[in-house]
């Protein structure tokens, strides 16, 4: 019986020392997973246990640590801030929590822990030792440290600057400000934080100062030199010129407004009181003038103060007169009688102009202001006032009413002048029953030459024109400039029409002699468009108009012609109306479409290239040729936007049909004359290769000869800043021109495109062949590629290719097409190649 008793007892101390053994392992466990440090000390301060983190954060191993006492590792002046810690919680048996315990690592630098304090006690509830735990935040408390550095810092700039610094949020309440805030406003710091800064401003500013805040707070824009008004403790209302910011948080959030305040009050006053000071002296500027007068209560004058020089005698010669009586004449106003019966009213008045001439024969005029002047019983005794002289303010008004009438640059009459002589001389025509003309005149590529040549040559072209138009007419005949280069003639008195068109003829002569501009002879011509009073129109807006629509009439036929107008010329004047009016709206309406009319070698037969060929469906007018539209392009500007448009859609095709698998070829863009002289031709060139991604050198440009030797300077610059991108050119219409060998060698030119007139008739005409046979040669010589255009027999075919031409275009082998056909083509063309 004692024996299994023994046995049990054994059996219960073994499991008991087993389940002891399994806690400790478990609390160690936990110890060791924990990041924070963990300690215990016994109350000598000896370290008893501890973690592998307070191993990590001082740098010992658990073995170096055990038993050392912890003063080892502490300054003597933290260690006596941890003594007083321990020796309060041993005292009170309570624990502390978060205070910091700085210590010395084994290498020797100093880490800073986190911690906390408990009493451990034995089994009978004696103490035994201490533990804790610890955190390692030394990075914290140096960016803590370095924060209130930066903010004493911060604080202390802020009180150094003389002007007042305020953060509020987003309610307008004040958080922060500076000493200088506080005395402009005369609290102190804890009076004004937390108050409203509406507290400090009457309703007036207040609704000023929220505006501006919120403008702040919507666009986030700040605002800089705004007027502040706000109210000081002692009731003083101060300026202050500010700007406001948005603060934001961490997160991009606004949490409130910042700025500085200056006090201007006393700036403030003395502007206000120079504005006042200055609104006085212009007040007295207004009245003030050359001389200073008084008159009885007779109107004669019995005092003059002149500040004048050079009229002294005039002025001193009014004494004793009365204003009508000093030959002076009043200008408006009803003349002396309407001013006298102003002065019988004692009347004040005010800038009344008075003029006469002086013994020289210049004029003199004098702008006059006055009040009537009572004694002290009230009854009139006269008038004061002041006088000055505005002869040369008078001369300058006609210079403008000048201006305003006449052309700056010719000195002729404007469309204004015009208009109102025209019909002037349409009323009295119809009082003595007889006829007048109006010839509208418009110069031919006046525009072209204006674009090469600048618009200073153009100016004095002008200037030419109208020296030769005045000598050419009568006196009576009135020559005006409506503007650009358009001019209108007014014929008056003429008995018939051969009067009218002798003079239009005179008009064409003087406008074809040669005029030198730049240092080279200019040859110009004019269309001109006559209408006459009174079968062409009974008004001068009809007669205008009729004339103008001759004058197209006479481009059309032309140009350097006459054309009277006629309902004939009307007709067709309206059919140029509607097409004009429709081609501004072509492209808006996406009317344009391109074809592609292929060019093919002479001698493999391979298709080398296209060109594109502009086209025009109208849903009024159907099918345009481009006969028609282009010269109306021209002539209006429009073929610079058309232009860019064929060529960016030329680009854009070539590019689609390579990613459709075809082979690279060239594609010919032509160039108008107006696009030639646009000065952003080279960058809108480089734009849409960019935009498109098409390789320049597939680019060809086409030129013809007028547009090169019209202007070769500016056309050798032109041209080598696009052959400087990679861009092919080529000369259209080769041969209708009149350049030579030695000035085409002078381009940077890669093609040479024989006119298709010299084609036309090459089997059967000779010297057609040997024009053609010269310019291939030539071509051959300067190395150039020589396209054949209009082929459209076997027979020019083979002349071609036994003359050594390098490409032909025409019907032959394919008229234009439009895209999808050209892909047609070229594919069967390629099937046949391989073949």
Request: net charge negative; charged share 25%; with cysteine.
């Amino acid at each position: 019986m004692n024996s299994r008793a023994g046995d049990n007892e054994r059996n219960e101390r073994d499991s008991a020392i087993e389940a002891l053994r399994a806690s400790e392992e478990k609390y160690r466990d936990i110890l060791e997973s924990i990041e924070d440090a963990y300690y215990e000390v016994d109350l000598k301060g000896n370290v008893v246990r501890c973690n592998s983190a307070f191993c990590r954060m001082l740098g010992y191993t658990a073995e170096e640590l055990i038993g050392l006492n912890n003063r080892s590792f502490q300054t003597p002046e933290v260690a006596a801030s941890v003594y007083a810690t321990f020796s309060e919680v041993f005292r009170t048996g309570a624990p502390t929590h978060s205070f910091d315990w700085a210590m010395i690592r084994k290498d020797g630098s100093t880490v800073v822990g986190e911690g906390s304090v408990h009493l451990v006690r034995g089994l009978q509830g004696e103490a035994t030792g201490f533990r804790g735990m610890l955190r390692d935040v030394t990075q914290r408390r140096r960016t803590e440290q370095a924060l209130r550095e930066s903010e004493a810092k911060y604080r202390g700039i802020l009180d150094t600057i003389e002007d007042g610094y305020y953060e509020v949020d987003l309610h307008g309440d004040i958080v922060l400000c500076n000493s200088a805030f506080c005395r402009m406003l005369g609290y102190s710091a804890e009076e004004l934080l937390g108050q409203n800064n509406r507290r400090f401003q009457r309703p007036e500013a207040a609704a000023t100062v929220y505006a501006t805040f919120n403008q702040v707070y919507r666009t986030g824009v700040p605002a800089h030199s705004f007027d502040w008004q706000m109210i000081c403790k002692d009731g003083r209302t101060i300026t202050g010129e500010g700007s406001v910011q948005l603060v934001r948080d961490l997160d991009g959030q606004a949490i409130g407004f910042r700025g500085i305040l200056r006090d201007v009050t006393e700036r403030r006053n003395m502007e206000q009181a120079l504005r006042e000071s200055e609104a006085r002296f212009r007040a007295l500027t207004n009245l003030s003038s050359d001389w200073y007068w008084e008159q009885d209560n007779e109107f004669r004058y019995t005092r003059m103060e002149s500040r004048r020089t050079g009229a002294d005698s005039i002025e001193n010669s009014f004494l004793g007169k009365r204003p009508w009586e000093t030959e002076l004449e009043i200008e408006g106003f009803g003349g002396w009688q309407t001013h006298r019966d102003l002065l019988a009213a004692h009347q004040s008045f005010r800038d009344i102009i008075m003029h006469r001439l002086l013994a020289d024969g210049r004029p003199y005029y004098i702008s006059v202001s006055a009040e009537p002047v009572f004694d002290a019983s009230g009854a009139f005794a006269g008038y004061r006032g002041v006088s000055r002289e505005i002869t040369e303010q008078k001369i300058a008004e006609e210079r403008i009413q000048h201006l305003a009438t006449h052309d700056s640059l010719t000195g002729l009459p404007n469309r204004v002048m015009f208009s109102h002589l025209v019909a002037n001389a349409i009323a009295s025509a119809q009082r003595y029953q007889r006829n007048c003309a109006v010839l509208f005149i418009d110069l031919d590529r006046f525009k072209f030459i204006n674009d090469s040549l600048g618009h200073e040559a153009g100016d004095q072209l002008l200037k030419e024109i109208s020296k030769r138009f005045k000598k050419a007419l009568r006196a009576s005949d009135v020559v005006a400039r409506l503007g650009g280069d358009e001019f209108v003639v007014l014929i008056q008195d003429l008995q018939q029409e051969t009067q009218a068109a002798t003079v239009a003829r005179k008009l064409l002569s003087a406008t074809l002699k040669p005029i030198t501009l730049g240092g080279r002879d200019c040859h110009i011509t004019a269309s001109i468009g006559v209408a006459m009073y009174p079968q062409d129109g009974g008004d001068e807006q009809s007669l205008m108009k009729n004339a103008d629509i001759a004058m197209y009439y006479a481009k059309d036929e032309g140009k350097n012609n006459y054309q009277f107008y006629s309902k004939d010329i009307r007709a067709q004047s309206l059919e140029r109306l509607a097409l004009e009016t429709n081609l501004r709206q072509a492209l808006e309406r996406e009317e344009f479409t391109l074809h592609y009319q292929a060019k093919r070698e002479l001698d493999k037969g391979r298709i080398t290239g296209v060109e594109a060929l502009l086209r025009w469906d109208n849903a009024e007018l159907g099918t345009v040729s481009p006969a028609r539209f282009i010269p109306i392009a021209e002539d209006t500007g429009l073929i610079v936007q058309i232009g860019k448009w064929v060529l960016r859609t030329a680009c854009e095709q070539n590019v689609a049909w390579q990613r459709m698998g075809l082979p690279p070829i060239h594609m010919a863009v032509n160039l108008s004359a107006r696009q030639f002289t646009d000065e952003r031709l080279v960058q809108d060139i480089a734009a849409i290769l960019q935009e498109t991604g098409m390789a320049p050198n597939l680019l060809e440009l086409e030129i013809t000869e007028g547009m090169v030797i019209q202007n070769p300077d500016h056309a050798l610059r032109l041209l080598r800043e696009i052959k400087a991108m990679g861009v092919r050119l080529a000369i259209d219409d080769f041969g209708t021109g009149y350049s030579s060998l030695g000035q085409l060698k002078n381009f940077p030119i890669d093609t040479l495109k024989v006119d298709r007139s010299f084609i036309r008739d090459i089997a059967t005409n000779a010297e057609d062949k040997a024009l053609t046979e010269a310019i291939i040669a030539m071509g051959k010589t300067l190395q150039l590629t020589v396209v054949a255009e209009g082929v459209e027999t076997q027979e020019q075919e083979t002349f071609l290719r036994e003359h050594a031409c390098d490409e032909m275009q025409g019907y032959l082998f394919s008229k234009p097409v439009p895209a999808g056909e050209f892909v047609t083509l070229m594919t069967a063309h390629l099937q046949m190649t391989i073949l």
